[in-house]
């Protein structure tokens, strides 16, 4: 059974930095491409980054960019999102999803991704 766990989430103030962490069991991790969404109170969950099978490519959006950094470690089966300069419009809450992309995939859809975990949140007060 496929699982993913997210962790490190909490609350913290603008300015500040998070790092999450998820754990993913159940699959051979080092052939999926993870990504982190999220998703705010009254708003559909949001791409926010992607790694493909290797860490040799990163893929992130415009909101995040210079701020938020995705690494995975494929010896431990996990991914990290390092959040920093945190704004209270980053309040959600953060899901890690794995999925097997062909070339062309759409890393920015929630369908391209088959398994997710059960999210973390992250407040960030101003």
């Known amino acids: 059974q496929v699982q993913l766990a997210e962790s490190g989430g909490g609350v913290v103030q603008a300015g500040g930095s998070l790092r999450l962490s998820c754990t993913a069991s159940g699959l051979t991790f080092s052939v999926y491409t993870m990504g982190w969404f999220r998703q705010a109170p009254g708003k559909e969950r949001e791409f926010v980054a992607a790694i493909d099978w290797n860490g040799g490519s990163t893929y992130d959006v415009d909101f995040v960019k210079g701020r938020f950094l995705i690494i995975r470690d494929n010896a431990k089966n996990m991914v990290y999102l390092q959040m920093n300069n945190l704004q209270p419009e980053d309040t959600a809450v953060f899901y890690c999803?794995?999925?097997?992309?062909?070339?062309?995939?759409?890393?920015?859809?929630?369908?391209?991704?088959?398994?997710w975990g059960q999210g973390t949140q992250v407040t960030v007060s101003s």
């Open positions: 999803a794995a999925g097997l992309t062909p070339i062309g995939a759409n890393l920015r859809q929630t369908s391209t991704y088959a398994y």
